[in-house]
């Protein structure tokens, strides 16, 4: 087999002359896209910048070319079968091989297989891949299915910041616009274009399978030494490759299976060829096994598997898989019905956030190192989990590898959202299924796949147009019966067939769907007692974020607020002129709406407003990190006898630089949520329960050993005025929430004195004193409670090349303190954190670029709550 990539010497052209955009033809090489080619190569301004966005609809409302020559070696030309693959074309397409049409493309989530030898020549060979542009695509079958028309003006109403008809075409849904991202549905070649040719047979597929066997059964084991001891003591393995066989089997083939442990052991097996499919087994004892980070070691163990003629290699696949056993675990139980899952025979608290894609311009923002950047960071910040929302793709290898590696879990949502899809069209249908098994195949030996789940919120919008839109039954029925049919029954079926390993849930929300909850499954999708919940009561419904406490899920899998992005960020796409929070540049960079007024509201609830709009964009900033950081807390607190077992945030990343949920922005600037993720998913950490009657002290642990900590605390006034102070040394259980502390506030408050003016600091440390946690709580909201010039002093002090340490000391009270530098980039070991009066700390920084070190120590600014309040 020989296999040749088609990189170089390609030419993009326009093919619609209108507008005025003539003879564009440009060199580019693969992969790459339209936008990003036009950008490169400044035919139009940076669609990210101002307003720019809104003038380049004629990109995407055009049709374009890419070609290319190649010729092929005598041999190649000597194999029985010659293929071209188009691992992703995005996305109408029609394709030309020396002026002959091979085939088309419909879908930029699956990957096409042509066969070209009866139209290769010894000679020149010349290559054309026409793309047709979307828009005139969707209109079309808007136009043609009259039933369906309505949700045009779905879109239109309630989703102005898209283009309507998405639904209709396989392409990324969030390029056509959403409420945190622009209207850029980007067109080209974004993945990779390989010649392959081979003799008889290649290899198609590989599915490995695990059986695990426990020494004690994970769902009996207790959480004592019994727990403690639970191991795996051996693990069968089945791989069954799956051989793609054009004709007859000529000569003695076999495959070869090689598996290299962690620990530096051989395993081989081989077995010969008869059918297309061939079955490998062996057995590993005491296997190294892959874990989340928290919990140890994301051991990878390589996988080779060879296809030989004889002693000839003729293909060949290398792998990296994880030994580990991931359960989703649903019983009954006297609050509903429990949604967890067990790694190892652990039950893990699942900690992390939704993931959308890199960049607008998938392809430039691989090639920018936006998936180890952003991956790492959310590792860094304590994650264990990712979702991979279904309004983007299903994402690049370079994503799941990092993943595999980093120990980070990965909830892999279908690409369905917030639509009704034409399923009852069966050319579409079967379009899908043959996506959906190419997907499923490439996936589902990921270490770190950990779920499969049919759609985002398509099940959740039905219920909600039932409700609100009051359709006629006989509509409703026939809208039910097509999403049942696919999203519980197609889609399992296909899930259990190619990947019986991985559970399978509908949507997201759900609570299990209609078929498996007698009838209820669309009307309460969003049911607290089982399954998972998104909660937008704060934010959309404009709840204060003190109603995180009331609700009590058993996952909830979406939820969060808005912020800016560093100023830094917002300097790469607005003048300075436009620096207010209703500029028209600004509220272009924000799709929700009105959500700039609403960031505002949240903000003038809980604080006082500077005038300065550098100043707004930081406190917007913390009040973010506040909000959700109550959450967590709260949702950490009740994963006993398994009440509430998840908490992925909206959202991680940005696409572009946008004002969002997100943690991250865009360039990958941590916000004040990220600094505090780290803290409030740390698998060992300390919260303060506030009220108007008590407080109360927890612990919470999310690691397979009882961890032993000393948690001190102090409640004060602004002064420093001591009212109650306490420390406790204390062993908290594995994967248990323990209530320290409970503390009557009207016994302390003999004097009647203000108690909302009082502050809780809290500390947690090892046995050996080391610091692992500092916190701080209010009774009541911070405009109320009468901060004092803290009187920051600070130094930085060189340590090494790479690693700066800044000491800070308080002179009174400093809350949310805050490092930056307007010139250069670093990494902080933490910020947005509270000092008590009197009190230093030690922090690390670490510069990005190695050229400015020796001004970065004059280039540190260390500022706290009250100066961004001073006016």
């Known amino acids: 087999m020989k296999k040749i990539k088609l990189i170089d010497n390609w030419k993009l052209r326009h093919e619609s002359h209108y507008q005025g955009k003539k003879n564009i033809e440009l060199d580019v090489k693969i992969p790459t896209t339209v936008f990003e ?23 995407y409302e055009s049709n374009w070319a890419y070609e290319t020559n190649f010729i092929l070696s005598d041999e190649i030309l000597n194999y029985e079968f010659i293929l071209i693959k188009f691992y992703g074309l995005d996305t109408l397409t029609e394709i030309y091989l020396n002026d002959q049409k091979i085939g088309e493309t419909k879908n930029a989530f699956r990957s096409y297989e042509l066969d070209i030898k009866p139209y290769i020549k010894k000679e020149k060979n010349r290559l054309k891949i026409l793309f047709l542009n979307p828009i005139d695509h969707v209109n079309k079958q808007i136009k043609l299915h009259q039933y369906w028309r309505w949700q045009k003006l779905l879109a239109l109403k309630l989703y102005n910041f898209a283009i309507p008809g998405m639904e209709y075409l396989r392409k990324p849904m969030y390029a056509w616009g959403w409420d945190w991202g622009p209207k850029l549905p980007d067109i080209g070649i974004w993945k990779p274009v390989e010649i392959i040719a081979f003799n008889s047979l290649k290899i198609d597929s590989i ?15 207790s959480y004592t030494k019994e727990f403690q001891d639970l191991q795996v003591d051996k693990v069968d393995i089945q791989v069954n490759v799956e051989l793609d066989i054009i004709d007859k089997i000529k000569g003695n083939h076999e495959i070869y299976l090689l598996l290299k442990t962690p620990d530096g052991k051989e395993i081989v097996k081989k077995n010969k060829i008869s059918e ?18 928290e919990l140890g070691t ?35 139980d006297k609050w509903g019905e429990t949604f967890y899952f067990m790694l190892n025979g652990v039950p893990v608290f699942i900690k992390g956030a939704n993931w959308i894609p890199i960049d607008s311009f998938i392809p430039r923002g691989k090639k920018s190192g936006l998936y180890i950047q952003n991956i790492t960071a959310a590792r860094d910040a304590n994650m264990n989990c990712l979702r991979v929302w279904g309004g983007g793709i299903y994402e690049d290898d370079e994503f799941y590898d990092i993943c595999d590696e980093l120990g980070i879990l990965v909830w892999q949502d279908f690409p369905f959202a917030c639509s009704i899809y034409p ?13 959906i098994i190419e997907n499923i195949k490439r996936l589902r030996n990921r270490a770190s796949l950990l779920l499969w789940c049919g759609n985002n919120e398509c099940e959740w919008l039905l219920a909600l147009n039932l409700l609100f839109f009051h359709f006629r039954i006989k509509s409703r029925k026939k ?15 296909i899930v259990n067939e190619y990947d019986s390993q991985h559970a399978y849930w509908p949507s997201s929300p759900s609570n299990g769907g209609r078929l498996s909850n007698n009838g209820g499954g669309f009307i309460k999708s969003n049911d607290k007692k089982t399954g998972d919940t998104h909660y937008w009561s704060v934010w959309h419904l404009g709840k204060p974020f003190s109603a995180y406490r009331k609700f009590n899920t058993r996952f909830i899998s979406e939820y969060g607020l808005q912020s800016f992005p560093s100023l830094k960020t917002i300097s790469t796409f607005c003048p300075e002129e436009q620096y207010y929070f209703h500029s028209h540049i600004i509220k272009n960079h924000q799709k929700d709406r009105s959500s700039n007024k609403k960031i505002m509201s949240y903000m003038k609830k809980r604080f006082l407003i500077p005038d300065q709009f550098e100043k707004q964009v930081i406190l917007s900033q913390i009040m973010q990190a506040e909000a959700i950081e109550y959450g967590v807390e709260h949702w950490r607190r009740s994963r006993n006898d398994f009440r509430c077992m998840g908490s992925l945030y909206w959202q991680l990343n940005d696409c572009w630089p946008v004002i969002s949920w997100s943690s991250l922005d865009y360039n990958g600037r941590w916000k004040a949520l990220h600094y505090l993720a780290r803290k409030f998913y740390s698998p060992f950490f300390a919260s303060v329960i506030e009220s108007k009657n008590s407080v109360i002290m927890c612990i919470t642990n999310d690691l397979k050993q009882p961890q032993t900590a000393i948690f001190k605390w102090i409640i004060q006034d602004v002064d420093g005025k001591i009212f109650f102070d306490g420390e406790e040394t ?4 594995p994967c248990t929430s323990l209530e320290i502390k409970s503390i009557n506030v009207k016994k302390i408050n003999k004097s009647r004195v203000k108690f909302r003016k009082k502050i809780v600091f809290f500390y947690l440390y090892d046995e050996d004193r080391n610091l692992l946690q500092r916190g701080f709580r209010l009774f009541e909201r911070p ?20 690693n700066y340490e800044l000491t800070i000391l308080a002179k009174e009270i400093a809350l949310f303190v805050y490092i930056e530098s307007d010139r250069f980039e670093f990494n902080a070991s933490d910020n947005y954190f509270s000092l008590n009066k009197g009190e230093k700390c030690q922090i690390n920084l670490k510069p990005e670029d190695e050229q400015v070190r020796k001004e970065f120590a004059f280039s540190i600014r260390v500022n706290s709550l009250f100066d961004l309040l001073k006016q």
């Open 37 to 59: 080619a036009l950008i490169n190569n400044e035919i139009i301004e940076d669609p990210f910048y101002g307003e720019n966005e809104n003038q380049i609809s004629w990109v």
């Open 207 to 221: 599915h490995v399978l695990q059986d695990f066997f426990y020494n004690i059964d994970p769902l009996k084991a």
């Open 276 to 293: 297309k499919l061939v079955t490998l087994t062996f057995s590993v004892n005491k296997p190294k096994l892959w874990w989340i980070n």
């Open 298 to 332: 994301p051991h990878l163990h390589e996988l080779e598997v060879l296809l030989k003629k004889e002693d000839e290699i003729i293909d060949a696949r290398m792998l990296k898989i994880g030994i580990r056993d991931i359960k989703l675990i649903r019983i009954p």
């Open 423 to 435: 399923f009852f069209d069966e050319k579409f249908l079967e379009d899908v299924e043959e996506e």
């Open 479 to 493: 809208w039910e019966k097509v999403n049942i049919n696919f999203f519980e029954r197609i889609l399992p079926k």
């Open 730 to 733: 204390v062993t908290v259980p």
């Open 783 to 802: 405009k109320f409670f009468p901060l004092k010039d803290p009187r920051l002093e600070y130094h930085v002090k060189k340590i090494n090349d790479e």
